[in-house]
């Protein structure tokens, strides 16, 4: 077709346009982006494995038990923050419905146990392989069901209704496989009378609007400093005080249907079978005395022959109550202190006299890792006991109390043994000759599984890769097969769980949850390394883009979390957790460069220490090609909203920051009397008292330094997360010192935001915060645009945080469909 240019304005037109065109493409301004965004839809969808409710194979290795994590959200209580009107457990594990799954080690093939729009959860195969008992809610009240490999049929038993808290308190079978513990309601005691024992939950006085099915339903309350007014939405309303749930724990008899009640009334939380099955030991979790958001515990021991009953320990330090073992002979109990409060030391308690010993006093190093959860573990003949502390695997004679360390890898820490969550013992196919450890490459690129010769310490690597392997409850083995199952993720690929044969050396997935990732190209990790200006040596996982090239400077987020070591995630899924509110290969997959820093804090130096680390790794990122030095944003959850506030009031370099669940209120001082113990020796990190250490808690105060903050600030929040005291204070300091801020209060959610439609919102809104106040052009997908290796400016920007009456929330993109696989 001719064009018809005789027109002289067409013409003078139609040369305006190719000179601009010309000269866009000389001067590289050819907008691109860096690859299709994982779509929101799919992104806030995802199954995964849930990592707190334990593996197990059956005897003959051929059945693997566990539990999948769905992106359906259960319906929180109307009175309760812990469980929902059904009874199943929301504060501990989160509010996802749960399916308890079994698979073929061989097949693949699969079984859901519990109905279709019931959870299901925590199945333990019996140890007779022909059955598996688990948790469901179906038919409206958590119970205890059975499930038959013969028939493939479960059953409930009736009455009963289970009081879990923890996905770990599974039930504990006897070994005729006829009997078993579990934890249940009292007596008479409905599940809406349990429920209605918590006060009120905080936030019930908020209004929030009346939305359609599937539709956020969030109160938004903005401030902008350039506008005229501001929006009054109506504060949450006083808190609650919540307590414990008391339960009974019980004996189930299936050939007799019988149920014997153990414990009464009382907070039960773990318990086992002594290996005679002649006593049931259990922990009772009491109030620490010390408003620290800690808790001590009870040691009680009881008869099943008699009944009776005595306590062996009181006042216990533990981080959940599990740290504890029997010894084979069913004579002692080992248990290690741990937790914020515990000093990492092994305590044996003696049933004949009761008296209490404490092993290896000053010789050895704290068994406590972590936030504890790991028992001690002994040898088959309750000679020696076994437990990691300080990255290596250390024995203790029992008889004199004398340890020694058995093995320790260069360049490696040792993460546990492998055992077989219920058992006391460590796992050993050769009569205890050979175990066999999990272990993480220094710096987190590796994990591995070795085999250790407990008689001289040698050890082999028997499996190495560039992947993170989850400990705890993530272990179990077969000794019918000599298999071991673990569970593993990557960069770009979520948590699933794996066999490894132990004669062959070979490695088989044995669970295939998520596969609705396939079709899409995630972004993929690495370390980089800085030191700090006092010549300590961090490092950081950065998580790139798909189709990132050299050179090219990207928009950077930094995840931070004071006291992590941020660059062991580099193999970690999205680096930060699976759930769907922290997918950070959301913001890769849109151009983003996402940085995890190493963080180590000093007691009482958290905010100095956070400047004096994470800064630097910024730095570094940007002298080594990587990040756009005028494009900084910076997030945080939980202790993370506590440490973005303290980055954002000592500098001004972060364009925007994000904050969620943020329970720890800006001003210590007035946070430290209803947290006493988390400041003086938890997490907070004061090393003591307000009024041994005021200058600490003066200079670790953000409050204190809010009016020098010019980073504009978004909140995202729930309603039942604590009492929205602190959440209420940042705002409202920040409404005061004329400070941009945009806090979103979520309806029915906890301390992470999971209810799907909130999630979606809270996703969009975030993305939307940060093209705006990074200055970024995105496209219709919400992908930034690329100019000659830099982001495309936006083209007019407006002002995000406005006044008056909200707009409504973006509704989700809809995803592009995967073809049927």
């Not at 409905?190 to 009120?200: D, L």
């Not at 408003?291 to 009870?298: E, G, K, Q, W």
């Not at 790139?544 to 050179?551: A, F, V």
């Not at 997360?721 to 979103?744: M, N, S």
Request: proline share 6%.
């Amino acid at each position: 077709m001719a064009l018809n240019v005789s027109n002289p304005v067409t013409l003078i037109k139609l040369l305006v346009a190719c000179s601009a065109l010309l000269a866009s493409r000389s001067a590289g301004q050819v907008g691109t982006t860096l690859g299709e965004p994982l779509p929101l839809e799919l992104a806030v969808s995802l199954r995964a494995h849930n990592g707190r409710s334990p593996i197990n194979l059956s005897p003959d290795g051929e059945w693997l038990a566990h539990t999948i994590q769905t992106a359906e959200r259960i319906p929180r209580d109307s009175v309760s923050r812990r469980y929902s009107a059904t009874g199943f457990p929301l504060a501990a594990e989160g509010d996802a419905r749960m399916e308890a799954t079994i698979s073929n080690a061989r097949t693949g093939g699969v079984v859901r146990l519990g109905g279709e729009d019931s959870s299901s959860w925590a199945p333990v195969w019996a140890p007779d392989g022909d059955r598996v008992a688990f948790y469901s809610d179906e038919g409206g009240t958590a119970g205890l069901w059975i499930w038959e490999l013969p028939t493939r049929r479960s059953t409930r038993f009736p009455e009963l209704i289970v009081r879990p808290f923890f996905f770990f308190e599974t039930v504990q079978w006897t070994s005729d496989a006829q009997r078993l513990l579990v934890k249940v309601l009292p007596g008479g005691v409905s599940i809406a009378q349990a429920n209605a024992r918590e006060a009120a939950s905080p936030g019930q006085g908020a209004r929030f609007p009346s939305v359609a099915a599937g539709e956020p339903s969030v109160l938004v309350r903005r401030f902008d400093p350039g506008a005229t007014g501001t929006d009054a939405t109506r504060s949450p309303g006083a808190p609650g005080k919540p307590s414990w749930d008391e339960v009974d724990l019980v004996m189930v008899d299936l050939k007799t249907r019988g149920v014997t009640r153990l414990a009464e009334r009382t907070q039960v939380r773990s318990y086992a079978w002594s290996p005679d099955e002649k006593y049931v030991a259990y922990t009772v979790m009491k109030a620490s005395g010390e408003n620290s958001r800690l808790a001590n515990y009870d040691l009680v021991v009881q008869e099943i022959a008699t009944g009776a009953r005595r306590t062996l320990g009181t006042d216990l330090r533990m981080a959940y109550g599990i740290e504890w073992s029997w010894s084979p002979d069913s004579r002692t109990i080992a248990v290690i202190s741990s937790g914020p409060l515990g000093s990492g030391e092994v305590v044996l308690f003696t049933l004949a006299d009761g008296r209490a010993r404490q092993l290896a006093a000053g010789a050895v190093p704290s068994f406590d890792q972590d936030e504890g959860e790991y028992p001690p573990l002994w040898d088959r003949d309750g000679e020696h006991l076994y437990a990691v502390g300080e990255g290596a695997l250390w024995r203790i004679q029992v008889a004199s109390g004398h340890g020694a360390r058995v093995a320790q890898i260069p360049g490696w820490k040792i993460r546990s043994a492998v055992w077989r969550h219920g058992q006391p013992t460590i796992w050993s196919r050769d009569g205890g000759r050979t175990a066999w450890l999990v272990a993480r490459e220094d710096g987190g690129a590796r994990s591995g599984i070795f085999a250790v010769d407990l008689g001289t310490g040698e050890h082999h690597a028997v499996l190495q890769e560039p992947r993170t392997y989850a400990a705890v409850f993530n272990l179990a083995a077969s000794d019918a097969t000599g298999e071991i199952a673990f569970v593993s993720t990557g960069q770009q690929q979520l948590a699933e769980v794996w066999l490894f044969d132990t004669k062959t050396g070979e490695t088989r997935q044995a669970s295939r949850i998520n596969q609705a990732l396939d079709r899409y190209e995630l972004g993929s990790a690495r370390t980089i390394d800085w030191r700090t200006a006092d010549g300590q040596a961090l490092r950081g996982a950065l998580l790139l883009p798909p189709g990132y090239q050299p050179g090219m400077r990207l928009p950077l987020v930094v995840w931070v979390y004071g006291g992590s070591m941020g660059s062991t995630a580099v193999n970690r899924f999205g680096l930060v957790v699976h759930g769907p509110s922290f997918n950070l290969q959301i913001l890769a997959t849109r151009g983003y460069a996402v940085l995890f820093p190493d963080a180590p804090v000093r007691t009482g130096m958290a905010m100095a220490d956070l400047l004096r680390t994470v800064m630097p790794g910024v730095d570094a990122a940007i002298e080594q090609g990587y990040a756009d030095p005028d494009r900084l944003a910076v997030m945080g959850q939980s202790y993370g909203a506590y440490c973005t506030l303290g980055l954002i009031t000592q500098t001004t370099r972060f364009k925007a920051a994000v904050i969620t669940a943020a329970v720890q209120h800006p001003d210590l001082f007035a946070d430290y009397v209803r947290a006493i113990g988390f400041y003086e020796r938890g997490q907070g990190n004061m090393g003591g008292s307000i009024w041994e250490h005021r200058d600490r808690y003066l200079d670790n105060s953000p409050l204190l330094r809010f009016d020098r903050i010019e980073t504009p600030l978004l909140i995202g929040q729930g309603e039942l997360d604590g009492d929205l005291v602190p959440t209420e204070a940042i705002f409202a300091a920040l409404q005061r010192l004329e400070k941009p801020v945009e806090y979103r209060l979520y309806e029915g959610e906890g301390h992470v935001i999971t209810r799907k439609p909130n999630v979606l919102d809270f996703w969009q809104r975030r993305l939307e915060f940060l093209a705006e106040h990074l200055d970024v052009k995105v496209d219709s997908k919400g992908a930034v645009i690329f100019d000659a290796g830099r982001a495309r400016a936006a083209a007019s920007r407006t002002l995000g945080l406005v006044t008056g009456t909200p707009s409504a929330p973006s509704p989700p993109r809809s995803p592009r469909r995967s073809p049927p696989r």
